[in-house]
């Protein structure tokens, strides 16, 4: 596609269910960004992909969450048993490569957990 | 790791006059500046960036400034206008391979 593409737009869920969130990165960038942004605040880092390999996922705030990239295309950020914190826009983001180059950002997933 | 800083967090400039953003970094191996504009419900777009071998770049209204000793750049922004209301953010980094760490981000208010 023409940009990075991420699915749902906007997602609620109940406490306790968990969610899928999905990221089309731009047809041939070797990497791959995820990020949370909670209201009004700045980016937390979550996880970066270099291929299908996750050589930094010091972000993921617990171990409810994981995230994977098959083919080196398309990502997953799965969040377990959702908890009212968990709610935030949740934002993609590709590169040609990793590290000093443009990123490109998706226009975000809003989870809210009620 | 990289640590960085941004500021102010918040910045309100009147209409036609001009606003600053500055950046600190703490990595000396950085060599790529970039930074972000983010509107209101959209994901940040880059707007303009700079290599460590160049110590300004201009793209009409906006250009950044790099001070490599002191270890911080600069957004600046002449002419505001109600358009360039949005948040800002700055992302340094070095090398291939490395996750992108972004600044904590500046909210520009245009006053009318």
């Known amino acids: 596609g023409a940009g990075v593409s991420q699915s749902p737009s906007n997602k609620v869920t109940e406490k306790g269910k968990d969610v899928e969130l999905r990221c089309d990165p731009i047809?041939?960038?070797?990497?791959l960004y995820w990020y949370r942004q909670s209201l009004g605040q700045g980016l937390e880092f979550l996880i970066y992909?270099?291929?299908?390999?996750?050589?930094?996922k010091s972000g993921l705030p617990s171990d409810r969450f994981s995230a994977e990239r098959t083919g080196g295309s398309v990502s997953t950020l799965t969040i377990q048993r959702t908890q009212q914190e968990d709610s935030a826009v949740y934002l993609c983001?590709?590169?040609?490569?990793?590290?000093?180059?443009?990123?490109?950002f998706g226009q975000g997933t809003r989870l809210t957990v009620v | 790791g990289e640590n960085v800083e941004q500021h102010p967090s918040t910045l309100s400039v009147q209409e036609g006059d001009s606003a600053v953003i500055k950046c600190t970094y703490s990595?000396?191996?950085?060599?790529?500046f970039p930074w972000y504009k983010q509107e209101l419900g959209k994901g940040p777009q880059l707007i303009i960036d700079?290599?460590?071998?160049?110590g300004e770049k201009k793209d009409q209204r906006i250009a950044v400034t790099l001070n490599k000793t002191a270890k911080h750049f600069s957004l600046h922004i002449t002419e505001t206008q109600p358009e360039d209301s949005a948040v800002y953010f700055c992302?340094?980094?070095?090398?291939?391979?490395?996750?992108?760490?972004f600044g904590s981000g500046t909210r520009l208010s245009i006053r009318p």
């Open positions: 992909f270099q291929g299908n390999s996750a050589p930094d």
């Open positions: 047809s041939g960038h070797t990497a």
């Open positions: 990595d000396s191996a950085s060599n790529y």
């Open positions: 983001a590709s590169s040609s490569i990793a590290g000093n180059t443009e990123a490109f």
């Open positions: 992302a340094p980094s070095w090398g291939s391979a490395s996750k992108i760490i």
């Open positions: 700079i290599r460590s071998n160049v």
